[in-house]
């Protein structure tokens, strides 16, 4: 195949770790035959100071002219710690998401056989955790009307939704579940919010058409205590923009480290695939990133954007043995000798 794949490093350890991810998908490339080309740009922090824009016109056409999306990280210091900035790289990713139509960011929650003791959680807690969180993109309160009044001493934020916005996104969680455990939990603050009331309502007239699903409805401050508790006993959960952006870092450490969750956004154009964590600015250039994340990301891109499974296996075989062999960076070698991103991107390709 002929594979077309726009590459958006990012800022802080993003260009080292997508770095790692090329190494992967050139060697399966040479091995299934397939032909890639790699069009790079840029977006976050780096493209502000390239071009005063956090996603340029530019990122944004060679997006649209890819097959798919592989994705770094975003985010500086310089803008982090200045609230004052008017222009920052996460305006970048929201525009991105809006312009691309990615409505629904697809996480995966599972664990590593040889990592299990490496996770916060009691072993006993979550071994067999292997669920999907599908939060709303393009929505909430994150897009939603923001300002101030009364001289900038009141601040407000407008949270959002249409029917048709909850439904595309739960006619994708309804579809994912019937593929796997065929449950489905609708996470929201019915009992507050009038947006989580739509959600629920919407959702309830749907469950009609999925009758092998099973669906439950728990709020959100619930299930964040669940997931710590029970997290084996989710399977698929779908929820709004907000509530999706924090159970999702909660949910990621499950597995023992932020730096081996991959994700794919999807929508109506070039579907996007990124590791969950951020750009880690104080480990930049340091060599010292895990890029399994990343790595793991392509494989999502392998399996969902270009329906190649045995690609996808291949790269998840292959970060399974060299987590079980302790080919591991840092932040997960405890005592052991700890290898540096570049090292074990080198392990990956050669192994592949």
Not at 10 to 32: F, L, M, T
Not at 254 to 269: F, Q
Not at 333 to 341: F, L, M, R, S
Request: glycine share 8%.
């Amino acid at each position: 195949m002929k594979l077309n794949i726009a590459l958006l490093a990012g800022d802080g350890i993003g260009p080292e770790v997508i770095a790692q991810a090329v190494k992967v998908v050139d060697v399966i490339a040479k091995k299934y035959n397939h032909d890639i080309t790699w069009t790079s740009a840029l977006t976050g922090a780096c493209a502000i100071d390239a071009c005063g824009e956090p996603y340029p016109d530019s990122t944004h056409e060679v997006c649209m002219a890819a097959d798919a999306v592989l994705f770094g990280a975003i985010g500086h210091p310089k803008y982090d710690n200045d609230p004052k900035a008017t222009v920052r790289p996460e305006q970048g990713l929201l525009k991105m998401r809006k312009k691309l139509g990615l409505f629904a960011n697809v996480r995966p929650t599972f664990t590593f056989p040889s990592l299990i003791d490496n996770s916060p959680l009691k072993r006993e807690r979550i071994e067999g955790t292997d669920l999907i969180i599908l939060r709303e993109l393009t929505g909430g309160i994150y897009f939603g009307e923001k300002g101030r009044k009364d001289n900038g001493d009141t601040a407000f934020d407008t949270c959002t939704y249409t029917r048709a916005e909850v439904q595309r996104l739960a006619k994708m969680g309804f579809e994912i579940a019937m593929t796997r455990g065929k449950k489905l939990c609708c996470v929201d603050k019915a009992n507050v919010m009038e947006t989580s009331r739509l959600w629920r309502e919407t959702v309830q007239d749907m469950e009609k058409d999925y009758p092998e699903v099973t669906v439950s409805y728990e709020f959100v401050d619930a299930v964040a205590m669940r997931l710590v508790q029970w997290p084996n006993s989710y399977d698929v959960l779908i929820t709004e923009n907000l509530f999706g952006d924090i159970l999702t870092d909660e949910a990621s450490v499950i597995s023992g480290s932020m730096g081996l969750m991959p994700s794919a956004s999807k929508g109506v154009h070039t579907s996007l695939y990124e590791p969950i964590h951020g750009s880690y600015p104080q480990a930049t250039g340091l060599d010292i990133a895990n890029p399994l994340a990343t790595v793991l990301s392509a494989a999502m891109m392998f399996e969902d954007a270009f329906g190649l499974q045995a690609e996808a296996d291949a790269i998840r075989a292959v970060v399974n043995k060299s987590l079980a062999e302790g080919i591991v960076t840092e932040d997960l070698a405890g005592k052991n000798k700890a290898y540096k991103t570049s090292e074990v991107g080198d392990w990956l390709a050669k192994n592949i």
